[in-house]
């Protein structure tokens, strides 16, 4: 037992950890929040972010037009103020996720930009308020981190759907015991970015196998018949138009700073097969974890490891992709019992944002210890979770015995 010379030491601890939170994750968010009062005031800075991309087909979209027609778009993206060093930008997302676009051909480029902004802060919110809600309503302290994760922010300040896919997830993790089926379809948000999702899918087929849950996979498909045949109607050869814009725009030529397009890079830059041997090592190993596991699987509980694996072996993800790990991470925080990893978090997302504010931009390579870094930071606090677990067991044991 401490004697009453340790408690104080021990609140100072604790104290200190939580003003570093709060004022790291402030700081983040104050970044950010200026971004978004000042973008859609100015037609430029709206224009200059990945969401000129979701406004211009929206554009295309509302007038019938072709969404992957490059001369059309490269005109209405310079319009709206597109920097000229950037070449034409198209909605490389699957055509199912073209109604989400389509709202955004009514509005105006600042109008548009604004709406989306609320948007994806309301994903954000919600998916961190939801997790908080699932672990039992701890400390709100803690959902700082998640508030203010990096990744989440780089997402809402560019304009990304990545807060979408997040949003997704925390649906399906929440719902899938209760209401399956609408578990189901919520999967739809993450189908917006399937590559991020390899190893979790994986599993998640492998599990409605096992437990026949089969609603789950009914309403994953009637959500993608139902969107995919809501963009056949909006334009009937989007899918062809599609295959085309991916064969002659793909993504070979790009440097995305994530670890399987290294890998193609160090070993052999022309054969893209390379590209997918993370991602089929990765989801071998899910499907070992889920089995290890299958009899008393929780989604939950297990699903957050599964979605860092995700992250790490994806065939391409950028910075902004990796907000789909705050489920994990709140759920390593909440648990955590170092208070020094939680201050180690909050850090790492200030050297995400400290990079960008310098100028370090997105496709940089500096940017590759993200995602080794929260699959890193997750086993470690989960790792304290069962040391201390085993301690406690051990003085309960020695208190019994006594």
């Known amino acids: ?43 430029q800075i709206a224009g200059a972010r990945d969401f000129v991309v979701y406004w211009a087909t929206g554009q295309q979209l509302a007038n019938h037009a072709n969404p992957y027609d490059a001369d ?14 950037y070449g034409v930008l ?38 961190v308020h939801m997790v908080w809600q699932m672990h039992g309503r701890p400390s709100r302290l803690l959902n700082f981190l998640g508030l203010s994760f990096a990744p989440a922010l780089v997402c809402l300040i560019v304009g990304q759907t990545s807060l979408f896919a997040l949003l997704g997830l925390v649906l399906f993790l929440r ?25 979790f899918g994986v599993a998640l087929v492998a599990w409605v196998v096992v437990s026949r849950s089969y609603r789950v996979l009914l309403g994953a498909a009637a959500a993608l018949l139902a969107s995919s045949a809501a963009a056949w109607w909006i334009d009937p050869a989007a899918w062809a ?9 793909g993504i070979e030529k790009e440097f995305i700073p994530c670890w399987s397009v290294v890998l193609r890079l160090w070993v052999s830059p022309q054969t893209m097969v390379l590209q997918s041997l993370l991602p089929a090592l990765g989801c071998g190993w899910a499907l070992v974890y889920f089995w290890k596991r ?13 979605v860092l694996v995700s992250i790490l072996c994806a065939p391409y993800c950028w910075v902004f992709d990796q907000a789909v790990a705050i489920p994990a991470l709140l759920a390593g925080a909440y648990r ?50 069962r040391m201390a677990e085993s301690a406690e067991t051990a003085v309960d044991e020695g208190s019994t015995q006594g």
Do not use: Q
């Open 90 to 127: 198209f909605m490389r997302n699957p055509p199912w996720a073209l109604p989400l676009a389509l709202p955004l051909g009514w509005m105006g480029v600042r109008a548009g930009a604004l709406a989306w902004s609320l948007v994806l802060l309301g994903c954000l919110w919600g998916s």
């Open 241 to 249: 138009d599609y295959a085309h814009m991916m064969r002659t725009y």
């Open 175 to 199: 719902l899938n015991g209760r209401r399956p089926f609408v578990a189901g379809m919520a999967l739809w948000l993450c189908a917006l970015k399937p590559h991020l999702f390899l190893c």
């Open 294 to 306: 299958r009899h008393g699987w929780d989604w939950v509980r297990d699903g957050g490891l599964l």
């Open 72 to 85: 059309a778009m490269m005109r209405i993206e310079r319009g709206a103020g597109l920097p000229a060093g």
């Open 336 to 385: 955590c019992r170092m208070r020094g990893l939680l201050v180690i978090l909050a850090l790492a997302s200030v050297a995400i944002e400290a990079g960008l504010v310098s100028g370090v931009k997105l496709p940089s390579p500096l940017y590759l210890w993200t995602a080794p870094m929260w699959l890193a930071w997750y086993l470690l606090a989960m790792a304290s979770v």
């Open 1 to 43: 037992m401490a004697s009453k010379a340790d408690l104080p030491a021990g609140k100072a601890r604790h104290d200190a950890a939580d003003l570093s939170i709060v004022l790291v994750s402030g700081l983040t968010l104050a970044i950010t929040a200026l971004f978004l009062c000042v973008a859609p005031l100015t037609g």
